[in-house]
């Protein structure tokens, strides 16, 4: 059992110092990052697109006698737009964190401590003159702590990627480049002043598909950089309580640490 031990603490120390475990994490967060931001401005530029046409005089008919401003038509539409942006900022914000995080992981000093914290232990289980069972639960409670302020940013980041890319990623392209075109569509209507009588129905599909889009983008975004970060802080939190209150057999913990061989 000492030697299984030993060798885990081993494996621990050397993947705490294993840089490109790092640097993989930190790009896919600057991969994460760019998609919250792109379609951050892409609900921005869409929004001051509407607010211009709402300004001005593009009217579309119905029927005889009835003309409606399209500002006016698609003011609902821009109440989504700026609801989008603001869930897009709100997500920039919740990964920002997660750079906090990451960067926290990385630092020297935390490699520095994880690796005293693991030496401890490791001596702990060897030597008998300082053979202790509180001393040697409590030190792999603390390595425990700092294997989570280690890893805890690094893991959710590979395992929301892993997420994004199995559930979400055909979404996020086809949703962010139709509300792309749906754009252009409104900049082209905006420059041109077009009457859009013969281009109406049409145009309205566009607007019905266009709504939908947006939706599924808010529920990726709250999903993955909202909901799935609570309840994973949420789970990080309950593993560090469970080990803090986790009671050892003092007695066996001895027999263990003074019993020869594997």
């Known amino acids: 059992m000492k030697i299984f031990l030993s060798i885990v ?10 840089f490109e475990v790092d ?24 929004n001051a697109v509407i607010s211009v046409i709402q300004s001005s005089e593009i009217n579309v008919s119905f029927f005889v006698g009835a003309t409606v401003g399209l500002g006016e038509i698609l003011d609902p539409l821009n109440d989504m737009v ?67 302020l280690r890893f805890g940013a690094v893991t959710f980041v590979y395992v929301n990627e892993a997420f994004y890319n199995n559930l979400y990623a055909e979404n996020y392209a086809n949703s962010t480049k139709f509300i792309s075109s749906y754009k252009n569509d409104l900049e082209e209507i905006q420059k ?16 019905e598909v266009f709504s939908k ?5 808010i529920t990726m975004f709250v999903v993955t950089t909202i909901i799935f970060p609570l309840v994973y802080l949420w789970f990080l939190i309950l593993l560090v309580r469970w ?20």
């Open 82 to 148: 700026e609801r989008f942006s603001w869930i897009m900022l709100a997500s920039s914000v919740s990964i920002g964190i997660q750079h906090l995080l990451l960067l926290l992981g990385k630092t020297l000093f935390l490699k520095t401590v994880l690796i005293i914290g693991l030496v401890i232990t490791f001596l702990l289980i060897w030597v008998k003159k300082i053979h202790n069972s509180f001393a040697f639960i409590l030190s792999l409670k603390i390595v425990v702590l700092l294997l989570v």
């Open 9 to 18: 603490l081993v494996l621990i120390a050397l993947f705490a110092l294993f």
């Open 213 to 217: 889009k947006v939706i599924k983008l």
């Open 23 to 46: 640097k993989s994490a930190m790009e896919l967060y600057y991969q994460s990052f760019d998609r919250a931001v792109y379609s951050f401005a892409l609900a921005k530029g869409l």
């Open 192 to 207: 041109d002043k077009e009457e859009l009588n013969g281009y109406w129905e049409k145009f309205e599909r566009k607007m």
């Open 243 to 262: 080990t803090f209150n986790l009671k050892f057999d003092s007695d066996k913990i001895m027999i263990m640490l003074n019993k020869k061989g594997f």
